[in-house]
T-cell receptor, first 115, second 111 residues
Framework: KAGVTQTPRYLIKTRGQQVTLSCSPI?????VSWYQQTPGQGLQFLFE???????NKGNFPGRFSGRQFSNSRSEMNVSTLELGDSALYLC??????????????FGPGTRLTVL | GQQLNQSPQSMFIQEGEDVSMNCTSS?????WLWYKQDPGEGPVLLIA?????ELTSNGRLTAQFGITRKDSFLNISASIPSDVGIYFC???????????FGKGTRLHILP
């Protein structure tokens, strides 16, 4: 079974631009979460989608948004990029949100650099 | 909101030594997960725990779900150079479907 895949792996943008990152969960997984990780920081939770609905949300500004499609694939969008948005963006999937088994599996991440 | 306190923040050990790190919360958790992250990569799930008192091993790694359901620990025996990385604990609080992460323990192995 293929793992979580994220595209692109690396991205360079300039301030003010917008960016869209993509995530394909493990086959059969219906929940997708997004995290931001900056050097020296832990995993900052952005949001979780389950069955095309945003289930949980972290404390990030409205410039960060996401969506999930009927095939469970998810996209994350960041508008009006700022230098501080440079980070590793991680996507993770689990079977369902709120079930008994909560094993969450991560993709390799997208390294975003904002110049 | 709920938080996980993970300690220590970093560790410097000699190759071959055993390692112990732990995670505590102020509220009850239903699930404990332990991850390892190599530089520039996504975290990899090492062990998942679902019952209070559960002790689970994965090779040289052993993790336990605390009896009080408010803590968990991870032990690594006979450390080797490839054990270097950041170890994260995570869990789902009781009556909640969110997964909460600790801030990580960075493991360094001295030659």
């Amino acid at each position: 079974k293929a793992g979580v895949t994220q595209t692109p792996r690396y991205l360079i943008k300039t301030r003010g631009q917008q960016v869209t990152l993509s995530c394909s969960p493990i086959s059969g997984h219906r929940s997708v979460s997004w995290y931001q990780q900056t050097p020296g920081q832990g995993l900052q939770f952005l949001f979780e989608y389950f069955s095309e609905t945003q289930r949980n949300k972290g404390n990030f500004p409205g410039r960060f948004s996401g969506r999930q499609f009927s095939n469970s694939r998810s996209e994350m969008n960041v508008s009006t990029l700022e230098l501080g948005d440079s980070a590793l963006y991680l996507c993770a999937s689990r079977l369902i949100a709120g079930g008994i088994y909560n094993e969450q599996f991560f993709g390799p991440g997208t390294r975003l650099t904002v110049l | 909101g709920q938080q996980l306190n993970q300690s220590p923040q970093s560790m410097f050990i000699q190759e071959g030594e055993d390692v112990s790190m732990n995670c505590t919360s102020s509220s009850i958790f239903n699930t404990w997960l332990w991850y390892k992250q190599d530089p520039g990569e996504g975290p990899v799930l090492l062990i998942a725990l679902y019952k209070a008192g559960e002790l689970t091993s994965n090779g040289r790694l052993t993790a336990q779900f605390g009896i009080t359901r408010k803590d968990s620990f991870l032990n690594i025996s006979a450390s080797i150079p490839s054990d270097v990385g950041i170890y994260f604990c995570a869990g789902t609080p009781n009556r909640d479907d969110k997964i909460i992460f600790g801030k990580g323990t960075r493991l360094h192995i001295l030659p």
